[in-house]
């Protein structure tokens, strides 16, 4: 049941009904002391480029931002987001689209970023295991900055644990929850992704 949750309503609705919930929570894109991987790898920033749409992207955040420059037509910032140095530019490009629309993006960035860490974690095996040993927890981004794609809340605030006082949509959790049911499904019936 909780593996197909994809908002924090049904999430917190399940979590009152009693469903035992096990979150993994993460924020920010280092790697585990050792340099091995860790939820680190999570984040839109983890640096492990990919190929996608036909294009080689350094990170997720990248893959997110050019998509947000390409639907709304703005190729000479499209350009310059494939071009950019670190995630942090990116997004500060990805904010500078022009024609862009909060309802147009609203209603395709959950598939964008789905399709970004789609190919991002088929495309490194290590960071493919680690999502699929997340197995049936609840992905959690704990940016106390972001009530977008986090929950606007630290993962040592109280109220981190429970889904009906998250101050954000946690969409990257959600999303990445997603990408690992995908990839599970491609693992069953041994296909690979388009």
């Known amino acids: 049941m909780l593996a197909s949750v994809r908002s924090v309503a049904d999430l917190a609705a399940a979590h009152a009904q009693g469903h035992q919930v096990k979150f993994l929570f993460f924020w920010g894109h280092q ?100 999502l699929l040993a997340t197995g049936p927890r609840v992905l959690v981004e704990a940016s106390p900055v972001d009530r977008i794609w986090g929950i606007g809340l630290n993962r040592d605030d109280p109220a981190a644990g429970d889904p009906g006082c998250w101050r954000g949509l946690n969409l990257l959790g959600f999303a990445l929850m997603q990408v690992r049911e995908l990839l599970e499904d491609q693992g069953r019936q041994g296909t690979v992704p388009a």
Not at 61 to 84: C, N, P, S, V
Not at 91 to 100: D, E, Q, S, W
Not at 117 to 128: I, M, S, V
Request: proline content about 6%.
């Open 31 to 130: 790697p585990e002391r050792g340099g091995g991987v860790g939820a680190g790898c999570l984040s839109q920033w983890w640096p492990a480029p990919f190929i996608a749409d036909d294009m080689r992207f350094a990170t997720a955040e990248h893959y997110m931002m050019w998509r947000k420059a390409t639907l709304f037509g703005d190729r000479a910032i499209a350009e310059q987001i494939l071009a950019a140095p670190h995630p942090h530019a990116a997004k500060v490009l990805g904010g500078r689209v022009a024609g862009f629309d909060q309802q147009t993006w609203s209603e395709h960035r959950f598939a964008i970023v789905v399709a970004g860490n789609l190919a991002k974690f088929d495309q490194h095996p290590a960071l493919r295991a680690f």
